[in-house]
């Protein structure tokens, strides 16, 4: 198994652009999340889906952020509009089963001007 | 809900020497707390972890101890490599809902 895929890698923005990341969790997984790392907070969770429900979004911080799973192997974390303070690296990780033993994709670096 | 603390946030040791990372939780009800390993650039990877009804747990020259009276857990890193220089994370279950909460990370140079 590829493991975690994100794209893009790496993604410049202008404020006020809406940016989409996107993730394909390992197969066969069935619990999905995403974190954002900063400097200043470390890694935060964002939202967690299982079998594509989102479970809990306590971490999203705004309305301008957005998550969706329409199926098993794909999910979306949409910022629109983008600001600057949204830059940080984006990871996505996946589970089998529990909330515990989490595989991380190679996150996306997201750069807001 | 729980809240992780990590200590220190950088460690620098001379090679061969043994580094110790400590973290504190504050919920009661955690149960499993795992350690992942963050080189520059790349994704966090688990690198060991421990349940609550273990005291301490060894992998070859990593050991975590975790101490549930006084809520804290260490990882123990013994004859250190320069590639084991990485930021290291600590995490905590939620006692509530299980997911995991971490800490600020420690950024761990190995001097060769």
């Known amino acids: 198994d590829a493991g975690v895929i994100q794209s893009p890698r790496h993604e410049v923005t202008e404020m006020g652009q809406e940016v989409t990341l996107r993730c394909k969790p390992i197969s066969g997984h069935d619990y999905l999340f995403w974190y954002r790392q900063t400097m200043m907070r470390g890694l935060e969770l964002l939202i967690y889906?299982?079998?594509?429900?989102?479970?809990?979004d306590s971490g999203m911080p705004e309305d301008r952020f957005s998550a969706k799973m329409p199926n098993a192997s794909f999910s979306t974390l949409k910022i629109q509009p983008s600001e600057p303070r949204d830059s940080a690296v984006y990871f996505c990780?996946?589970?089998?089963?529990?909330?515990?033993?989490?595989?991380f994709g190679s996150g996306t670096q997201l750069s807001v001007l | 809900g729980e809240n992780v603390e990590q200590h220190p946030s950088t460690l620098s040791v001379q090679e061969g020497d043994s580094a110790v990372i400590k973290c504190t939780y504050s919920d009661s009800a955690s149960n499993y707390f795992p350690w992942y390993k963050q080189e520059l650039g790349k994704r966090p990877q688990l690198i060991i972890d421990?349940?609550?009804?273990?005291g301490e747990k060894k992998d070859q020259r990593i050991a975590v101890t975790l101490n549930k009276t006084a809520k804290h857990f260490s990882l123990h890193i013994t004859e250190t490599q320069p590639e084991d220089s990485a930021v290291y994370f600590c995490a905590a279950s939620d006692g509530n809902t299980g997911k995991l909460i971490f800490g600020q990370g420690t950024t761990l140079q190995v001097k060769p």
């Open positions: 421990i349940r609550s009804n273990v």
């Open positions: 990780a996946s589970s089998f089963r529990d909330v515990e033993k989490l595989f």
């Open positions: 889906f299982n079998n594509n429900v989102p479970i809990d």
